[in-house]
């Protein structure tokens, strides 16, 4: 059964830039994961310190498997975090497949 990850990330004033940079590389790598279905970023049209990531995988493996990977360990843990004022991250378990 796919697993859903649904995350809200507030950025710093001033570093919204870098958060979308970051954003960017990792859709593109996590999007060659094996386990990964969709990755795919949003900003807000009305805050622009402010995103949403749709994330969908095979299975909840798979999205332990992303958390693991270099990628995720560098651009989120490393770069990203710091720069975030507030992070939510929810978990979701589609109806229909």
């Known amino acids: 059964m796919a697993f859903v990850v ?3 990330w507030k950025a710093r004033a001033g ?7 970051i954003l960017e590389r990792m859709a593109a790598a996590s999007r060659r994961e094996p ?4 990755y795919q970023a949003q900003v807000s049209l009305q805050d622009p ?12 493996g798979a999205f332990d498997a992303h958390k693991a990977s270099e990628h995720f360990q560098r651009l989120v843990v490393g770069d990203a975090l710091p720069l975030l004022e507030a992070r939510e ?3 979701w378990q589609p109806l229909e497949d």
């Open 49 to 60: 310190t402010r995103f949403l990531l749709y994330e969908r995988y095979a299975d909840a």
């Open 89 to 91: 991250v929810s978990t």
């Open 6 to 8: 649904i995350a809200s």
């Open 15 to 21: 570093e919204e830039g870098r958060i979308r940079e």
């Open 35 to 38: 386990g990964c279905q969709a």
